[in-house]
């Protein structure tokens, strides 16, 4: 229970490091708006023209006696849109991360300098194509990882009582992992660590990782929250990853030029 608190820490930590750094926060917004207006259009097409999709697809049901027919396709709509949303809240991360990873690299970078007690952050060395194309490939694999799992929730969802008690928690803690190692994988790519060993690594401290990314994964059921909170969420999902690979961390809350002012300010005092 310790690793659930520590990880709701992390995450709240991320949150005061961009609200501390306002010209950081306000670059990292725009690869979330970008998404988010790129994934309102397809939503929005959906609802326009998804009725007339399902029509398509079920040519079957066009002799079916009223009201049958307009029942059954309104029930596929409506299955098809739940699904999309489902799917979208579980690839909002990854298609973001992937549209800003230079605007994250340097936020992650950035916290790394600030808790390191020597004020340095881990490079890769690798090219921006390259780390471009490793980013890529990782989260079109965890992406069809969220989907696999979607899709059998979604399942899930129908059967009786377990369905709608037991199957959405398992969901919210399946969606709060996924996030989770797509946010970590910004300072862990730049370690070097390859897709398999994060799994490892977030698998061997399943808690801590929920509690950082389920209670994220509710918040961004909310319209318009996920853009807000999505720079914070890199810089906690630094930290977090600084603590599952034991690096050494500065006071977390300590704000390093605060530090140096009161150390001046002491020195100065003495002095007199």
Known sequence: MRDLGAGFRYLLEGQRWVARHGKSYGFGLLPGLITLVLYAAALAALALWGEDAVAWATPFADDWASPWAGLFRGFLTA??????????????????????????????????????????????????????????RDSLRIVV?????????????????????????????????????ELTSVALQRRGVVLRDRLALLRSRKTLVWGFGTPLGLAFLVPFVAVFLMPGAVAGATLLARELRGEENRGRDEDPAAADGADGAEERSLRQ
């Open 145 to 181: 990882r969220a989907a696999v799992w979607g899709v059998l929730l979604f399942a899930l969802g129908f059967i009786p009582v377990a369905g709608q008690t037991v199957v959405p928690v398992i969901g919210f803690f399946v969606t709060g992992f996924f996030l989770t190692e």
């Open 79 to 136: 299955v098809l849109f739940a699904l999309a949303l489902l799917l979208a809240v579980l690839t909002f991360t990854a298609v973001t991360l992937l549209v800003g990873q230079p605007f994250y690299e340097s936020l992650s970078e950035q916290v790394d300098r600030d808790v390191s007690p020597d004020g340095t952050a881990p490079e890769s060395g690798l090219p921006l194509w390259r780390e471009l194309w490793v980013s890529a």
